[in-house]
């Protein structure tokens, strides 16, 4: 028998905890309140060291990478978390590592201890999933740096002590800046998204920032940023997952339970069928991020990448909306879980890419 890996161990422990601590009443409040989460939980997942699970020992992080991560992510989907996990630990916690400056280290440290959040503005309202920036600017005015930009919805921002934005200066150069929400200029739009999660969409308008507020210091942003977006899609999968699997287990469970005709639905080929088919639909998505996982620091990572949100986002529509079905009308009251669970699916199909955007990438790469 092989000894369990790690990853393995780290992803039981979450689960675990998710389990014992996180129930529907949780979700539903994190999701009401002011921020979208509960401070108490967000307090405690830090102290599980989830937040600096990708994070270098010698900046008091775990050290671990995208597998110990997506672990974590899969126990994420599970209990529908509504605190910043991937936000922090799967995005701005890695990117602050990698950036290695003493600004970058001392908000890093901030945010893995939950002292602080911060969340990355880097996607552009009008831009779709090109993450080339071409709309958010940097000048030097003065002793300062104005920023001009109007982003795309981001999850977590409400709330957030910290913006990370992404903006090229005049020499084409990425700059990542560390703005705070009161600064001057900066509009804060909050909607909900499908899964009734918070959305903020910010605008900056001439915001005036001190010169020190730009956390690269010559780093070559561009490459990081691209590399942890792709880091996050590859959790996104992790977290329709394990979502998923929910979803398998307590379909097949309303179907022992549910009796039709005088036996349990279950007992219906048909319907033993279909569940067979989300079934499949779970272990090709999970295969697909076992190999991205795998071919990391490989030539064939961009690929892997791109095909595991292929197959991820369309499992999620597929097992999501087949949940819903063998439920009947129930399976869309927010009263059970399992509508729940369907649109956090939805929103997963569409995160850091959709599966078009994806299979475009995937063409484009192709030797």
């Given at each position: ?31 009401d ?16 060291g ?13 050290g671990g ?20 996990v991937?936000?922090?630990?799967g ?11 003493p600004?970058?280290?001392?908000l ?7 002292e ?13 999933f090109?993450?080339g920036?071409?709309d958010?600017t940097?000048?030097?005015v ?11 919805p ?15 200066d005049?020499a ?13 200029g ?18 900056f308008?001439?915001c005036?920032l ?8 010559g780093?070559d942003v561009?490459a ?7 880091g ?10 394990g979502?998923m699997?929910v ?7 309303y ?5 039709q ?6 007992q219906f ?8 088919d ?13 190999a ?9 990572e961009?690929r ?18 087949e ?6 009308g ?14 956090r ?16 990438k ?6």
């Open positions: 028998m092989l000894e369990p890996t790690d990853a393995e161990i780290l992803r039981d422990h979450a689960f675990k905890w998710v389990d014992e601590n996180y129930g529907e009443d949780r979700e539903k409040a994190g999701r309140s002011a921020t979208g989460f509960d401070a108490v939980l967000h307090d405690a997942i830090a102290q599980q989830w937040l600096g699970a990708m994070v270098p020992e010698d900046k008091d992080g775990t990478d995208l597998a110990e991560m997506a672990g974590i992510m899969q126990a994420v989907g599970r209990g529908l978390v509504s605190e910043p991937l936000s922090i630990g995005i701005t916690a890695p990117l602050l590592a990698r950036l290695g400056t600004a970058a280290d001392t890093l440290a901030q945010i893995m201890n939950g602080k959040t911060a969340v990355l503005c880097h996607y552009e309202r009008d831009a779709g090109d993450r920036l071409s958010s940097l000048r030097p003065d002793d300062t740096l104005d920023l001009n930009a109007a982003k795309a981001v999850l977590d921002v409400v709330g957030a002590d910290v913006l990370l934005v992404t903006a090229r005049a084409g150069r990425m700059a990542l800046l560390a703005v705070t929400p009161d600064t001057r900066l509009t804060l739009d909050q909607h909900r998204s499908v899964d009734q999660r918070r959305l903020g969409t910010a605008r308008e001439g005036r001190p010169t020190d507020a730009d956390l690269a210091e780093a561009d990081l940023v691209s590399r942890v977006l792709d996050a899609a590859l959790l996104v999968c992790a977290e329709a997952i979502a699997d979803l398998i287990a307590e379909t097949e469970t179907l022992q339970t549910r009796k005709f005088g036996q349990p639905l279950s080929q048909v319907l033993q069928h279909r569940m067979v989300m079934l499949m639909h779970l272990e090709e998505a999970q295969s697909t991020l076992e991205a996982l795998d071919a990391q620091g490989t030539a064939r961009a892997a990448i791109a095909l595991a949100k292929i197959v991820c986002a369309r499992a999620a529509r597929y097992v999501s909306q949940a819903v079905q063998l439920h009947g129930i399976g869309m009251t927010d009263d059970l879980r399992i509508s729940r669970y369907f649109r699916l939805m929103l997963s199909e569409t995160m850091f890419g959709d599966a078009d955007w994806h299979a475009e995937y063409r484009q790469l192709r030797p």
